[in-house]
C-alpha cells in the first residue's frame, strides 16, 4: 500500500534502548521454560481470536488492521513500538503475538536469548509463503546459534534496501560541473568524500547545501559495512568484542572521523535539523544521500524532484564489493505468544498476500519474495533507472553477522558520545579506536555473561 514519506523515516530509525543487556538475567529465567509450539486460539471455546501486534502506527495504520480483521477473521490490538515494555513483556512472558523489528540487528541478541519462535515448521507447511521463494535478505532473520544468515528462521522482513547505495541530484552536479557517478561502478569512499566536498555550500561560515550526507543511516551500521567493503569485520569471530584497531576498521573510522571534521553533511556533531534526508534533499540542499532504494519511494512523489535524481551503486572502501541492508524490518513471533498460528496467518497476509503486492508496486522497498519483483514500478524513467541499478546492485548482497550480546542502539549511543569529542579536541583516530574498543567490550562482556 502507498507509504507517506514519514513511513520511511520510521521504518529506517534503529532501536533507541540504550541497554545491550536490558532483558538481563530476569527475562533469561522467565522465559527459559519450554512453551508449547502449537498457538493458543486467544480466549476460552467459541471466543474470537485477538492478536497482539506491536509495531508503528504508520505502518500498521487503522486501514491496515481493518482489512487484516476482514481477511483473517479476528481482532487485532495494537501495541506502539516500545523497547522498555517490549522487554519487560518477554521478561513477564506475556508478549504481544507479534513484533516488528529489524532483522539484520535484532535477530541474534533476541535468538540467542531463547526468546523467538522457530518458524521453519510454519514455512515448510505453507502454500503462501514458501522458502525457496524467499528473496536471500531474510537470511539476516536467521541464527544458527552462532551467527547469522544459517540455522533457523526467526522471522521475516516485510521490503528492504541495500542501505550504502546513494542518490544524487543531477542539476546540483551539473551546477558544480562534476562527472554524474556510474550506474554500473562504485565510487570509492575517497571518491565520494571528494564529491562531498566540492558540492557543499556554506553561507556566513553556515552549511547551505550539504554536498553529501553518508549516516543517515547510523554510524556504527556505517562503519561495519565500509569495514567489510575493505576485507574486514568489527566485529571478533566470536563477536564478543569489536576491534577498531585493524587496518580495515581503522580506515573506515578514519574516514568517519574526516567526513565528520570536513562538516559537509549532517554527522554526530552536527545533525540534520530535519531529522531525516528527504525534506532536505527535497529543498534542494542536499547533492548526495546514501540512502538504499526506499528513498525512490519518496523522490518519485515529487515529479520536478525525480526529473533531476539518479541512483548509484553503493561505495566501496576496499576491493571486497559488497552492498548491505541495516535493517530488513519485518515481524517475528515471541516464543511465549499466545497466538501463534493466528500469528502465523498474519504472516501468510501480510507477508504473502495483497499487501506484499501493494508494497511490491509502491517504490518504498524491494519485495522480499522473489516472485514480487517483476511488480516493483518501473512506469518513470526514475523508476526505469533505479530498478535496473537495483538489479545489478542484487549480486552485491551479503549479510553481515551482528553481534548477540548487545543492541545496536547501545553501539550508536557510544559512538555518539566518543566521536564529538574526537573531532573537536583532534584526537588521533589510533587513540578514539583504542577508547571504542574498551567502552564497546566492556559493554559486550556484561551482555556475555547474560548469556552465561
Known amino acids: ?29 522467565a522465559c527459559a521454560a519450554s512453551v508449547d509450539g502449537s498457538g493458543g486460539s486467544g480466549g476460552g471455546s467459541g471466543s474470537k481470536t485477538t492478536l497482539t501486534v506491536m509495531s508503528h502506527d504508520n505502518e500498521l495504520d487503522k486501514k491496515t488492521i481493518q482489512a487484516a480483521e476482514e481477511a483473517l477473521g479476528f481482532e487485532i490490538r495494537f501495541i506502539a513500538s516500545d523497547d522498555t515494555k517490549l522487554n519487560a513483556m518477554l ?13 539484520a540487528t535484532d535477530t541474534p541478541y533476541f535468538a540467542a536469548r531463547g526468546l523467538m519462535e522457530n518458524l521453519d515448521p510454519y514455512f515448510a507447511k505453507s ?16 541464527y544458527d546459534g552462532h551467527k547469522q544468515g544459517a540455522g533457523p528462521r526467526y522471522g521475516m522482513a516485510k521490503d528492504y534496501s541495500q542501505d550504502q547505495m546513494l542518490w544524487y541530484r543531477t542539476d546540483l552536479l551539473d551546477a558544480a560541473k562534476l562527472d554524474h557517478p556510474s550506474a554500473t561502478e562504485p565510487l570509492s569512499y575517497d ?10 555550500k556554506r553561507r556566513l561560515g553556515k552549511v547551505r547545501v550539504y554536498g553529501l550526507n553518508a549516516t543517515g543511516l547510523g554510524n556504527f551500521s556505517q562503519l561495519m559495512g565500509m569495514t567489510a567493503s575493505a576485507g574486514g569485520s568489527l566485529f571478533a569471530e566470536d563477536l564478543a568484542s569489536v576491534d577498531f584497531s585493524s587496518p ?3 580506515k573506515a573510522l578514519k574516514w568517519l572521523l574526516e567526513y565528520t571534521k570536513a562538516d559537509i553533511g549532517p554527522n554526530v556533531v ?22 538504499g532504494y526506499w528513498f525512490g ?3 518519485g512523489g515529487d515529479p520536478k524532484v525525480a526529473k533531476v535524481s539518479r541512483f548509484a551503486p553503493a561505495p566501496q572502501l576496499g576491493s571486497n564489493r559488497i552492498s548491505p541492508c541495516f535493517s530488513a524490518t519485518g515481524y517475528w513471533i515471541p516464543k511465549s505468544a499466545k497466538n501463534k498460528d493466528a500469528a502465523w496467518k498474519f504472516f501468510e497476509w501480510y507477508f504473502g498476500g495483497q499487501p506484499a503486492k501493494d508494497r511490491a508496486s509502491s517504490g518504498w522497498g524491494i519485495p522480499t519474495l522473489k ?8 512506469n518513470t524513467a526514475l523508476q526505469k533507472q533505479a530498478f535496473e541499478v537495483q538489479q545489478q546492485e542484487l549480486d552485491y548482497f551479503k549479510v553481515l553477522t551482528f553481534s548477540p550480546y548487545i543492541q545496536l542502539a547501545a553501539l550508536d549511543a557510544t559512538l555518539s558520545q566518543v566521536l564529538p569529542k574526537a573531532v573537536r579536541s583532534g584526537t588521533s583516530a589510533g587513540k578514539v579506536a583504542d577508547n571504542l574498543n574498551s567502552l564497546m567490550n566492556n559493554q559486550m562482556a556484561k551482555g556475555k555473561q547474560v548469556l552465561g
Open 371 to 378: 516472485s514480487l519483483h517483476a511488480q516493483m514500478p518501473q
Open 248 to 250: 580495515e576498521a581503522l
Open 91 to 103: 521478561a513477564a512472558k506475556n508478549p504481544p503475538d507479534l513484533v516488528r523489528g529489524l532483522g
Open 1 to 29: 500500500m502507498p507509504k507517506s514519506p514519514m513511513t520511511s523515516l520510521d521504518r529506517r530509525r534503529f532501536l533507541a534502548v540504550s541497554a545491550g543487556a536490558a532483558l538481563g538475567a530476569s527475562a533469561l529465567s
Open 127 to 142: 502454500s503462501a509463503l514458501k522458502a525457496s521463494d524467499l528473496d536471500p535478505v531474510n537470511d539476516v532473520w536467521r
Open 297 to 299: 519511494g519518496a523522490i
Open 191 to 200: 571518491e565520494l568524500l571528494d564529491l562531498g566536498e566540492r558540492l557543499v
Open 270 to 291: 552536527n545533525p540534520n535539523p530535519d531529522g531525516w534526508d528527504w525534506p532536505t534533499y527535497q529543498a534542494n540542499r542536499m547533492a548526495i544521500a546514501c540512502d
